[in-house]
Nanobody, 119 residues
Framework: QVHLVESGGGLVQAGGSLRLSCAAS????????MAWYCQASGRQRELVAE?????APKYADSVKGRFTVSRVKNTVYLQMNSLKPEDTAMYYC???????????????WGKGTPVTVSS
């Protein structure tokens, strides 16, 4: 099976920075995409950033110019700068990969890492 472990969340003041990490491990043949989603209380889970091989990263409009997604092997990072109170949410790692006993690509989710931005 494939396991995702997120880290790097915490409490910061507005204007501060955080760097989130998500490490994928287990039986992985290949990775199609790695992405970050956020879910604030009472809201739908939304895509924040996505990275695919040979493609330019994609970002939600609300984070363009402030967040940067990158990948090194099976770890995806989200550098979060100029944080705003409205960025407060649980951040989840999402990976599309071939792995485990399945011959089909599967989506895997981490348990999330919380980000709180104070005003």
């Amino acid at each position: 099976q494939v396991h995702l472990v997120e880290s790097g969340g915490g409490l910061v003041q507005a204007g501060g920075s955080l760097r989130l990490s998500c490490a994928a491990s287990g039986s992985i043949l290949s990775i199609n995409h790695m992405a970050w989603y956020c879910q604030a209380s009472g809201r739908q889970r939304e895509l924040v950033a996505e990275i695919r091989s040979a493609n330019a990263p994609k970002y939600a409009d609300s984070v363009k110019g402030r967040f940067t997604v990158s990948r090194v092997k099976n770890t995806v990072y989200l550098q979060m700068n100029s944080l705003k109170p409205e960025d407060t949410a649980m951040y989840y790692c999402n990976v599309g990969a071939y792995g485990g006993s399945s011959s089909l690509p599967m989506d895997y989710w981490g348990k999330g890492t919380p980000v709180t931005v104070s005003s």
